[in-house]
């Protein structure tokens, strides 16, 4: 029973997290991001769930045990309809479908604002991820990995250390 309750409260933080990078405004949101970055392309080709493959985030470890990927769920930005956020969705052992791990599009004020969003401990350079990478723990269970890459700014998040950076580097290696 215990760890059900962990295993709800943490997707519930993750889609809490996920759900808030949904609501920036388009003047404020991953768009003007990616365009500050001065790339020719948009992040992940705008798709977030493009930033990562099913079999890696199945092969992720997670401190249920063992997933499988299930499917992906994106959130839009209300004012541009456009994606900004990936919740990929996976199983453990027959149990129904939790978030395993988050990619939300960033804004540049949003990117910045991690320090306030670290509310366990300080945010902690994490080098070799994209051109700038942070750890971030904004509540117990969930990292987050703050990202600077080519075509902008996303954050990743999953329910370890560990995890999450290995995915933030692929990820980043992928935009």
């Known amino acids: 029973m215990r760890r059900s309750v962990g295993a709800i409260a943490l997707s519930a933080a993750l889609l809490l997290g996920a759900c808030g990078a949904g609501t920036t405004p388009a003047s404020a ?4 991001a990616v365009a500050s970055a001065g790339s020719s392309g948009a992040q992940f080709g705008g798709d977030p769930c493009a ?18 990927f299930s499917s992906t769920d994106t ?11 990936c919740q990929y969705l996976v199983t453990f052992g027959g149990n129904p479908s939790i978030v395993g791990v ?10 910045a604002d991690r320090t306030a969003a670290s509310i366990i401990a300080p945010p902690e350079a ?3 991820v994209g051109s700038e990478a942070w750890l971030v723990q904004s509540a117990p269970g969930l990292y987050e990995v703050y990202v600077t890459a080519a075509n902008g700014k996303f954050k990743l998040g999953a329910q370890s250390r560990d995890t999450a950076i290995a995915l933030a580097t692929l990820a980043a290696a992928r935009d």
């Open 29 to 32: 949101g991953p768009a003007s």
């Open 51 to 68: 930033a990562l493959t099913d079999a890696e985030v199945a092969a992720a470890t997670y401190p249920q045990g063992p997933a499988t």
């Open 75 to 85: 959130q839009k930005d209300a004012s541009t309809g456009q994606p900004v956020v």
């Open 102 to 111: 988050t990619v939300s599009l960033m804004s540049d004020a949003e990117y």
């Open 126 to 128: 994490v080098p070799g």
